[in-house]
């Protein structure tokens, strides 16, 4: 890593510390001017954004869960994960999503043309299209600020340090002392979420601590990036269209 190269950075989100203030959510909106979500309460828990959206780029969940007779709130701040692997960054046929020399994967708006092919290739649902221009939306792990050494809004705001930004290989290995130290606690269901290389993502830029199977956050258990077919898929391609080509030309030179 040299200084024209400053290696992988994310952030490592541990939900065990989030007290799920919004600080983040606010901090967020106000530094890149995301639209308000309004004060639309879904009537189910304290959220009011329900999800990461083209307007959210951090969305706090809450969750309620009974356990033998005792309620306990999880809380955990979503974001983009920045894949390894980005099925977005494969299927955008502007150039409008680039990864970075940070290898974080950001939407450059005044080049997007709103195909919207990126929306579906997530397989964490993150990307989103605005109503008012159709075009794709996202967190960008606050490129403007980290290029000049600042740290993301989001990770500035966060007052308990659940969201935590650095070098991706520092923060697993802070990920890795974390889950030891809960695991010693007798929180044995702690688990680390997209802090592997090998899951189908390639590993994630934005990766979490969770106290519960993720589909309880709502996140997939196991995400596999939807461009992973595509190599095999235009191999095949290729080999039919030469066979369609060789027999046109078998048939134009046995006419001949």
């Known amino acids: 890593m040299t200084e024209s190269t400053p290696g992988r950075m994310g952030f490592f989100t541990d939900t065990s510390v989030c007290i799920g203030c919004k600080a983040c959510e606010v901090a967020c909106k106000t530094w890149n001017d995301v639209p308000a979500d309004g004060l639309d309460l879904l009537g189910m828990s304290y959220d009011n954004t329900g999800s990461l959206d083209a307007n959210t780029w951090r969305h706090v969940a809450f969750i309620e869960q009974t356990v033998e007779d005792n309620t306990r709130w999880l809380m955990s701040s979503d974001v983009c994960k920045h894949c390894t692997e980005a099925g977005c960054l494969d299927v955008c046929p502007t150039g409008a999503l680039f990864r970075t020399e940070f290898d974080t994967v950001v939407v450059q708006a005044d080049i997007c043309n709103g195909c919207g092919y990126c929306v579906p290739a997530c397989p964490f649902g993150v990307i989103d299209r605005r109503e008012d221009d159709g075009r794709a939306w996202k967190c960008t792990l606050c490129y ?9 809004a989001c990770a500035t705001a966060c007052p308990t340090e659940s969201i935590q930004y650095g070098p ?42 969770l106290l519960d199977e993720p589909e309880v956050y709502g996140l997939p258990e196991n995400p596999v990036v939807t461009t992973r ?23 134009f030179l046995g006419r001949r």
Not at 202 to 207: D, I, L, M, P, R
């Open 229 to 251: 077919d595509l190599p095999a898929m235009w191999k095949r391609a290729g080999i039919a269209a030469l066979a369609v080509a060789a027999g046109v030309a078998a048939s």
């Open 144 to 152: 403007d600020r980290i290029g000049d050494g600042l740290m993301p």
């Open 168 to 209: 991706l290989d520092e923060l697993r290995e802070r990920a890795d002392k974390r889950i030891d130290e809960l695991h010693a606690r007798g929180q044995t269901d702690a688990r680390l979420y997209g802090h592997s290389p090998d899951d189908g993502v390639g590993g994630a830029g934005a990766f979490f601590l």
